[in-house]
């Protein structure tokens, strides 16, 4: 019992349908995991415990009269705190919301309920989920189980802080530029941004809904877990449409047929422009590929022509800044840190060009993955193009753009596993 924190979620849903260990049990494991380590980490924000308890018994009980309720009978879970709990605050991490408490669930909530998951807590997330680490206005600094004095990255830092130390099997991050990938990377856990529109976004905070295109059409919401095997099972819970969001189109989530690694093709890159590099991450993309090889896919070393990093991450914040500008009230602003405050820029100075440059970019990067040809199936690039991060970052605005990831996928985790 003493392992069962660090257990897959799969495998927690399968020991509870045996009846070889209780859903009560499995919850006190983790409760008890939270009680010793989330004092330093501070993942976890909020707690519901007499609630969770209750549904634990329930969901013993359940079982003993031969009642399944889903995949997920019995088996304790976290949620970021940007999406709606019913009956268990949501601050989205601005003191404006710091003792709102929603009177429905978001939709991946109650698709997760219904599969029989039991909810105990709340993750932590920066101001508004904006940034690349997870410091709250509210609660503070949340930490990196590995190393207490960096970060978990942001804005799913909580999450993904919680699942590597135990306290919680599973949780539902939201990821714009990086929100999953970033603290799943840091955080040495799994994490999947889905395909647009494929998960409701319906009770997460919402983003930007004034503009036909823009920063909340990169917005995807998806799990955080301790393999590839529980993504799935989550992916089959919460994706599809609700008759809420309109944008989820109703099509079925259907499972790929399974492939041999020697039917995959890999472009990779170490090259990212003037984004520097250190000679550790470029051991580990060589070592990535050198591995793929070995086990008989298809690798090409394929550099991104003509990416320009800068005019990029130029376009972006001009369309970030245009946008929060136009949506947020002065009050919000105001009352809002000062980075939020700097990235927006006020209606009156907000020009139509960069929101028309915007797709014309994406569509270009698009159509080329990012500068690598599509007819390669996959690019393997690093999670993080530097060390381990300090938390919180320090030094101008360029600087941290400097040092910030970019994060498009875990080369170290995916060596090791092969």
Known sequence: MDKVVFWPAHAVADAIHRRDISSAEVLEEHLSQVSKFNPA??????????????????????????????????VPLTIKDAFATEGLRTTFGHRLMSRHVPRRDATVVSRLLGAGAVLFGKTNVPEVSFDWQTNSPIFGRTNNPWNLSYTPGGSSGGAAAAIAAGMSPLDIGSDAVGSIRIPAHFCGVFGFKPTLQRVSGA??????????????????????????QDLRLVMSIVAGPDNVQQEVPPVELRRAPPRSLRECRFAWTD???????TVETRAALNALAERLKANGCHVERAAPAGFDYDSAMETFGEIMGAEGGVQT????????????????????????????R??????????TDGGVPVRLGRVAVPGCLGPGLHTPLEGS????????????????QLCDSL
């Open 358 to 367: 915007g797709p014309d970019a994406a569509r270009r990067l698009h159509h």
């Open 203 to 228: 009770g997460h905070m919402e983003i930007s809904p004034g503009y036909p295109r823009g920063s909340r059409h990169v917005a995807s919401y998806g799990p955080l877990a301790r393999t590839v």
């Open 41 to 74: 980490l501070n993942a976890i924000v909020s707690l519901d415990i007499e609630r969770a308890r209750a549904k634990a018994r329930k969901a013993d009980a359940a079982l003993r009269r031969g009642e399944v309720w889903g995949p997920l009978h019995g």
């Open 329 to 356: 009230s002065a009050l919000l602003l105001f009352l809002s840190r000062l980075s939020f405050r700097l990235l927006c820029r006020p209606g009156a100075e907000v020009e139509s060009a960069p929101l028309r």
């Open 397 to 412: 605005p360029a600087e941290c753009r400097r040092r910030a990831p970019l994060i498009l996928g875990g080369a170290r």
């Open 271 to 277: 090259d990212f422009g003037g984004v520097p590099v």
